[in-house]
Nanobody, 125 residues
Framework: QLQLVESGGGLVQPGRSLRLSCAAS????????IGWFRQAPGKEREGVSC????????YYADSVKGRFTISRDNAKNTVYLQMNSLKPEDTAVYYC??????????????????WGQGTQVTVSS
């Protein structure tokens, strides 16, 4: 089956870093747009970062700009979200998603066809 599996989440102190990974199974990510989304309790799901399949065009939410970096390794069929200078407000369940069209629009959910199960990131001292 087609799957995206996130890993790398956990508990981290403010100011530290985490790298989330998203491994694809059952399909290749080469021509897919990739998005990272997060949802905190009581809040709407938000697009954190997105990257297109070809030119590498990227989007970052204002709240993470300068701290997070999205990347892809097509050879490994894996995408990453490097999260630096983490803040308590980054606490959320993080989801990766893949869009077959290869492009993202507003880094929003409708652009993506496949979703991972989510991984918890908790930033606390």
């Amino acid at each position: 089956q087609l799957q995206l599996v996130e890993s790398g989440g956990g508990l981290v102190q403010p100011g530290r870093s985490l790298r989330l990974s998203c491994a694809a199974s059952g399909f290749t990510l080469d021509y897919y747009a990739i998005g990272w989304f997060r949802q905190a309790p009581g809040k709407e799901r938000e697009g954190v970062s997105c990257i297109s399949s070809s030119d590498g065009d990227t989007y970052y939410a204002d709240s993470v700009k300068g701290r997070f970096t999205i990347s892809r390794d097509n050879a490994k069929n894996t995408v990453y979200l490097q999260m630096n200078s983490l803040k308590p407000e980054d606490t959320a369940v993080y989801y990766c998603a893949a869009g077959q069209a290869g492009l993202y629009y507003y880094c929003s959910g409708p652009s993506f066809d496949y979703w991972g199960q989510g991984t918890q990131v908790t930033v606390s001292s």
